[in-house]
């Protein structure tokens, strides 16, 4: 757990640190209290441990004591069961809050790490008894499900049990002079069983409970026979800090998995203590709970066929992933569940659920490749989600992972612009390529009405800048018609854009727009002399770089016509309005 031998660790410790000499520890530079009776801070992994492939997780927790001062209240441990609980109950019915606890029942320090092996993995943990004055009881437990509280000083547990969480029971007898330990297993059904996999969750109420098993070579532990001097934290007992601990106040143990035979995954550490010997006697003190992983998460790298933006509807698509382990380690086995997100479900994360697409695929050499779905004919983003479970040899050695992204995951059906969320009308945005633009214009607008405003502009034919951005009038009272866009009274979305201002801050053609209401009515005259009505069905207003590019200049099969000008606060730095207000028809 500590450096030891001659040398200095590096990097060097910052000030007021402990910095134990040597090397071949996982923990250093504890730091001393801040004062006030904070409890002291913890140390850090150590550039060898950090470094040392073989380690999986560690974790390192600093109980606070029923005499430090914490956030929570003065002379009191904030960590402490409020109710009557015993080992094995629901977790979710399990309180916890600040009180005192008796020395010999007082967590101090605790620790424990997760080690790689040609086979499954080696767990080993440690833990500071602050007393051996009298029989006290330890237990270490580890849970595969994420196990949590609620915020606060007080309140309540959460998470599961499932088949194969373990428990290392450790009882101080004789006055707290002798140790003995007992291994137990949560177990889904009555005994002899049979158990369902490792993982299944099955929480108390039923036929659950914790079984004492006997393994030979599965547990391993020891306590220290004489005082050891501190590692690179700061150790404590009764009468305060101390350099060395005491006999009997260090034990350190060790679980084989391989022995075991356990195919989950563990992702909690839970120590806490009993009042009385017996397995069900009442919790006291607990620590953390900590996080800490015995199966390795691996790397995913997914690349979606095909990319970009501004694809036809109904484009073939598909997904590849690569799954990896680390640097040495073996290529994970298993399958690839793919998953797909529609414009409707994308976020800017990008897929956080998805619909499956075609069979789970079985990795071939560490990568898969999805079935083809042409569910793309709605207009907008699509990012892909890839979902692996390991299998075989990789059972028990790599944890269950999944992968997406807004950038290569993702692709964009009819959007005029890079699928990433919020493009907005500041950037290049040309008109779908795969949409027919019939634009007659002999028919082009001319004017444009808004009796309830008492609006009538003239209407100039604009186009595209070359950024790609819509240009706006050359006149502030005049209205623009994007020539690019559906010809108005056309299927398609037609798009007219004006002036909220002029340079002077003179009100210009679409000052008043925001005042428009649904059901009011817009008035183009075109050409030919046709005179169009469109009812206004509802306003939005957007952030610039989040206009609903699709809504405004996509394609459609209705004739429609979208008014747009500037909104919002002026923007001094940009030379423009923060929003854009849309009136669609």
Request: glycine share 14%; with cysteine; aromatic share 8%.
């Given at each position: 757990?500590?450096?030891?031998?001659?040398?200095?660790?590096?990097?060097?410790?910052?000030?007021?640190?402990?910095?134990?000499?040597?090397?071949?520890?996982?923990?250093?530079?504890?730091?001393?209290?801040?004062?006030?009776?904070?409890?002291?801070?913890?140390?850090?992994?150590?550039?060898?441990?950090?470094?040392?492939?073989?380690?999986?997780?560690?974790?390192?927790?600093?109980?606070?004591?029923?005499?430090?001062?914490?956030?929570?209240?003065?002379?009191?441990?904030?960590?402490?069961?409020?109710?009557?609980?015993?080992?094995?109950?629901?977790?979710?019915?399990?309180?916890?809050?600040?009180?005192?606890?008796?020395?010999?029942?007082?967590?101090?320090?605790?620790y424990?790490?997760?080690?790689?092996?040609?086979?499954?993995?080696?767990?080993?943990?440690?833990?500071?008894?602050?007393?051996?004055?009298?029989?006290?009881?330890?237990?270490?437990?580890?849970?595969?499900?994420?196990?949590?509280?609620?915020?606060?000083?007080?309140?309540?547990?959460?998470?599961?049990?499932?088949?194969?969480?373990?428990?290392?029971?450790?009882?101080?007898?004789?006055?707290?002079?002798?140790?003995?330990?007992?291994?137990?297993?949560?177990?889904?059904?009555?005994?002899?069983?049979?158990?369902?996999?490792?993982?299944?969750?099955?929480?108390?109420?039923?036929?659950?409970?914790?079984?004492?098993?006997?393994?030979?070579?599965?547990?391993?532990?020891?306590?220290?026979a004489?005082?050891?001097?501190?590692?690179?934290?700061?150790?404590?007992?009764?009468?305060?800090?101390?350099?060395?601990?005491?006999?009997?106040?260090?034990?350190?143990?060790?679980?084989?998995?391989?022995?075991?035979?356990?195919?989950?995954?563990?992702?909690?550490?839970?120590?806490?203590?009993?009042?009385?010997?017996?397995f069900?006697?009442?919790?006291?003190?607990?620590?953390?709970?900590?996080?800490?992983?015995?199966?390795?998460?691996?790397?995913?790298?997914?690349?979606?066929?095909?990319?970009?933006?501004?694809?036809?509807?109904?484009?073939?698509?598909?997904?590849?992933?690569?799954?990896?382990?680390?640097?040495?380690?073996?290529?994970p086995?298993?399958t690839?569940?793919?998953?797909?997100?529609?414009?409707?479900?994308?976020?800017?994360?990008?897929?956080?659920?998805?619909?499956?697409?075609?069979?789970?695929?079985?990795?071939?050499?560490?990568?898969?490749?999805?079935?083809?779905?042409?569910?793309?004919?709605?207009?907008?983003?699509?990012?892909w989600?890839?979902v692996?479970?390991?299998?075989?040899?990789?059972?028990?050695?790599?944890?269950?992972?999944?992968?997406?992204?807004?950038g290569?995951?993702?692709?964009?059906?009819?959007?005029?612009?890079?699928?990433e969320?919020?493009?907005?009308?500041?950037?290049?945005?040309p008109?779908?390529?795969?949409?027919?633009?019939?634009?007659?214009?002999?028919?082009?607008?001319l004017?444009?009405?808004?009796p309830?405003?008492?609006?009538d502009?003239?209407?100039?034919?604009?186009?595209?800048?070359?950024?790609?951005?819509?240009?706006?009038?050359?006149f502030?009272?005049?209205?623009?018609?994007?020539?690019?866009?559906?010809?108005?009274g056309?299927?398609?979305?037609?798009?007219?854009?004006?002036?909220?201002?002029?340079?002077?801050?003179?009100?210009?053609?679409?000052?008043?727009?925001?005042?428009?209401?649904?059901?009011?009515?817009?008035?183009?005259?075109?050409?030919?002399?046709?005179?169009?009505?469109?009812?206004?069905?509802?306003?939005?207003?957007?952030?610039?770089?989040?206009?609903?590019?699709?809504?405004?200049?996509?394609?459609?099969?209705?004739?429609?016509?979208?008014?747009?000008?500037?909104?919002?606060?002026?923007?001094?730095?940009?030379?423009?309005?923060?929003?854009?207000?849309?009136?669609?028809?």
């Amino acid at each position: 757990w500590a450096n030891s031998g001659a040398g200095s660790p590096g990097p060097a410790c910052p000030a007021g640190a402990v910095n134990v000499t040597g090397s071949g520890g996982l923990f250093n530079c504890g730091t001393p209290s801040a004062g006030g009776g904070a409890p002291p801070g913890a140390p850090s992994l150590t550039p060898a441990g950090a470094a040392d492939l073989t380690r999986i997780s560690s974790t390192f927790v600093v109980d606070p004591l029923s005499s430090d001062t914490t956030p929570c209240g003065a002379s009191n441990d904030p960590t402490t069961f409020t109710t009557s609980v015993k080992n094995g109950d629901d977790i979710n019915g399990m309180a916890f809050g600040p009180g005192n606890v008796p020395n010999k029942n007082d967590l101090s320090n605790v620790y424990a790490v997760s080690h790689a092996t040609a086979a499954r993995p080696e767990l080993f943990f440690g833990a500071e008894r602050l007393s051996d004055n009298g029989d006290s009881h330890i237990d270490f437990e580890f849970l595969q499900t994420i196990i949590g509280l609620t915020a606060g000083c007080s309140g309540n547990f959460s998470g599961h049990r499932t088949e194969g969480d373990l428990l290392v029971a450790v009882d101080f007898t004789g006055g707290g002079g002798t140790a003995t330990n007992e291994l137990y297993q949560w177990h889904c059904n009555a005994e002899p069983g049979p158990q369902p996999g490792d993982g299944t969750v099955c929480d108390p109420g039923g036929a659950a409970h914790y079984e004492q098993i006997s393994i030979p070579g599965s547990v391993g532990f020891t306590i220290n026979a004489a005082a050891v001097p501190c590692g690179g934290w700061i150790c404590r007992d009764t009468a305060g800090v101390t350099a060395q601990l005491a006999a009997n106040d260090f034990l350190e143990g060790g679980l084989d998995l391989t022995v075991l035979n356990f195919t989950g995954c563990f992702h909690t550490f839970l120590p806490h203590t009993r009042t009385a010997q017996s397995f069900s006697a009442a919790l006291t003190d607990f620590a953390g709970p900590a996080p800490l992983t015995t199966c390795r998460t691996p790397t995913m790298t997914t690349a979606s066929s095909p990319t970009g933006f501004n694809l036809a509807p109904g484009v073939v698509a598909s997904d590849h992933v690569t799954v990896q382990g680390p640097a040495g380690g073996a290529t994970p086995q298993g399958t690839v569940a793919f998953l797909l997100c529609g414009p409707s479900q994308v976020t800017a994360g990008g897929c956080p659920a998805g619909n499956p697409v075609g069979a789970v695929k079985t990795l071939v050499s560490g990568a898969a490749t999805s079935d083809t779905t042409a569910a793309t004919t709605a207009l907008g983003t699509y990012c892909w989600r890839a979902v692996y479970t390991p299998a075989g040899a990789s059972v028990g050695i790599y944890d269950t992972a999944a992968h997406t992204d807004a950038g290569p995951e993702c692709f964009a059906v009819g959007v005029p612009g890079p699928p990433e969320a919020g493009r907005g009308l500041n950037l290049p945005m040309p008109p779908p390529d795969f949409v027919s633009i019939n634009a007659v214009l002999g028919n082009a607008p001319l004017r444009l009405d808004v009796p309830s405003l008492g609006i009538d502009a003239s209407v100039e034919s604009l186009g595209l800048l070359a950024n790609g951005a819509m240009a706006v009038p050359q006149f502030v009272s005049d209205a623009g018609w994007l020539r690019t866009s559906a010809v108005p009274g056309s299927a398609g979305n037609a798009v007219i854009g004006g002036h909220l201002d002029g340079n002077a801050g003179e009100p210009a053609a679409f000052w008043a727009l925001g005042r428009l209401r649904p059901g009011d009515a817009i008035i183009v005259t075109t050409a030919t002399g046709t005179q169009l009505r469109f009812s206004v069905v509802r306003i939005g207003q957007y952030r610039r770089q989040a206009v609903p590019l699709v809504a405004v200049f996509g394609p459609s099969r209705e004739p429609q016509l979208n008014l747009i000008t500037c909104a919002g606060p002026y923007l001094k730095d940009h030379r423009t309005y923060r929003d854009r207000l849309v009136v669609y028809t």
